[in-house]
C-alpha cells in the first residue's frame, strides 16, 4: 500500500474540490491518504460546512471517512476557522512553529502532493 498526503494551500474552492475528489479516489483504491489543509484553503473548513454551498457534500464525505488528517494551526487561526475544525472534531497540527511538517510526513513514508 502506497502513502499520499495532499497539502491543499489554496483556498479557490474548484482546486480544493480536485483534492478531495484525488483523496476520494487513493481511498476507493485501498491506499492511505490524508489531506493536510494549510494556507487559504483553511478559510474553506467553515464554508463547506454550509449544505447548501457547492462541494459541501464532498467536504462531508471526507470528513466521514477521516481523509483529513491534519489542518494548520497557525493558518486556520489567521483565517478564523481554528475554532470552526475543532468543532468538526479535525486535527489541528502546529508541530512545525504553527504549521504541520512536511518532512515529518515524508519521513513517514508518505508521497507528497501540493495543491
Not at 479557490?12 to 478531495?20: A, G, N, Q, R, Y
Not at 489531506?35 to 463547506?48: F, K, N
Not at 460546512?49 to 466521514?64: C, H, Q, S, T
Amino acid at each position: 500500500m502506497s502513502k499520499y498526503a495532499l497539502y491543499a494551500f489554496n483556498g479557490e474552492p474548484m482546486c480544493f474540490m480536485h483534492v478531495m475528489l484525488y483523496a476520494l479516489d487513493f481511498h476507493a483504491r485501498g491506499e492511505e491518504v490524508k489531506i493536510v489543509m494549510e494556507g487559504s484553503a483553511t478559510r474553506l473548513i467553515g464554508e463547506l460546512a454550509d449544505p447548501a454551498v457547492p462541494f459541501a457534500a464532498l467536504y462531508r464525505e471526507i470528513r466521514e471517512k477521516s481523509l483529513i488528517g491534519a489542518v494548520c494551526q497557525a493558518c486556520s487561526n489567521k483565517m478564523g476557522t481554528l475554532d470552526a475544525a475543532r468543532e468538526q472534531g479535525l486535527n489541528i497540527d502546529g508541530s512545525l512553529k504553527g504549521h504541520p511538517s512536511m518532512a515529518a510526513d515524508l519521513q513517514a513514508g508518505y508521497q507528497v502532493f501540493t495543491f
